[in-house]
């Protein structure tokens, strides 16, 4: 199950790795299917966490919200064939996996795919080359980037605020 997750056959982020230890230090061995249940309650929390903060930005740099019966936030699934690993949803984009770098950049591409299908406004741009953004990851962390440009691309920006490049 876990090698299914993890974005271009990467080793399990440090975060990641750090939790699962922390939780067999506290618990112990734990059932398949509670660690399933763990696994996916973490980031289901993660995703509505991130979910908010991108929101937050969307209106403020568009000045149109993201909330609203239009919108279906974030889907909670159970795979039958997986068992309880559930995956979290917004727009066409998913993740089932608790790393807080993996899941802004599912969230945040999934709320640019919302933003220009309902509202037809490109999200967000690069205010040197006035084009849309792509989200990236630069040292685990998810940004924003251009591929404009006379090297063809940089980072714009993270796409937690929290995080300084």
Known sequence: MLR??????EGAPEA????????Y????????????????ARTFSMAKTAFEMIGRSVEEET?????????????????SDLGPVGVVRVKSMEVSTPDWGEVLGV????MQE????HYRVVWPVCADHKCGLHVGFFHEAAV????????????VRAIDPAVRL
């Open 16 to 23: 990641v790795l750090k939790w699962m230890s922390d939780m």
């Open 114 to 117: 919302f933003v220009m299908s």
């Open 25 to 40: 230090g506290e618990s112990g061995e734990v059932a398949e299917r509670e660690f399933c249940e763990l696994w996916t």
């Open 4 to 9: 299914a997750v993890w974005r271009q056959e």
């Open 144 to 155: 924003w980037t251009c591929k404009a440009g006379i090297t063809s691309g940089h980072v």
């Open 107 to 110: 969230m945040a591409e999934g």
């Open 63 to 79: 000045g149109k919200e993201v909330a609203g019966k239009e919108f279906c936030y974030i889907d909670y699934l159970r795979d």
